[in-house]
Nanobody
């Protein structure tokens, strides 16, 4: 069965960096686009970034552009989210997801989700 396991979350001061990882199994990783979403307390889940199956054509939410970088290693079936210059408003649970191939900026474009990893940015 499909499994997505996130790791790398934690507590960091504003301006700091974190690298999230998502280890995937149960499907042919190299054929699926992968995304990162986040959900802050009391807010809806929002798109952060997506990367195509081949690792090209990443897309980012405006809030992530210039600070976050999504990447993937198809040999390791792992997708990453490098987050730099973190802000308190980046505090959220971060989820990786396996995509259908369309609707990449929308939750409906993904059919499997991980359990999430918590990121807290202190001011």
């Amino acid at each position: 069965q499909v499994q997505l396991v996130e790791s790398g979350g934690g507590v960091v001061q504003a301006g700091g960096s974190l690298r999230l990882s998502c280890a995937a199994s149960g499907f042919i990783f190299s054929t699926k686009n992968m995304g990162w979403f986040r959900q802050a307390p009391g807010k809806e889940r929002e798109f952060v970034a997506d990367i195509s199956a081949s690792g090209t054509s990443p897309i980012y939410a405006d809030s992530a552009k210039g600070r976050f970088t999504i990447s993937r290693d198809n040999a390791k079936s792992t997708v990453y989210l490098q987050m730099n210059s973190l802000k308190p408003e980046d505090t959220a649970d971060y989820y990786c997801a396996m995509g259908w191939g369309s609707g990449r900026q929308y939750a409906l474009g993904y059919n499997y989700w991980g359990q999430g990893t918590q990121v807290t940015v202190s001011s």
